[in-house]
């Protein structure tokens, strides 16, 4: 991937919802997977710990997506 193609990339950490297919919950993230908490408001830094909690009975475990900007 060339400098330019990866500055215009973002990556997400993408959690798929085990019961409804059109349901999941994406968080920024770097290319390893790794969400920087400090940077997320209250609101979402409470959605990634639910998300989490409930990796195998509610969620998938996550999966990391590429996305162009």
């Known amino acids: 991937m060339s400098t330019e193609t990866m500055d215009r ?3 997400e950490l993408r959690y798929q919802s085990l019961s409804d297919a059109g349901r ?3 968080f920024q993230c770097d290319a390893d997977g790794r969400v920087d908490l400090n940077a997320l408001d209250r609101a979402t830094f409470n959605d990634y710990l639910y ?3 409930l990796v195998g009975r509610d969620f998938e475990v996550p999966c990391i997506r590429a996305v162009k900007l």
């Open 9 to 11: 990339t973002r990556f």
């Open 24 to 26: 999941a919950l994406a």
């Open 51 to 53: 998300v989490r909690a």
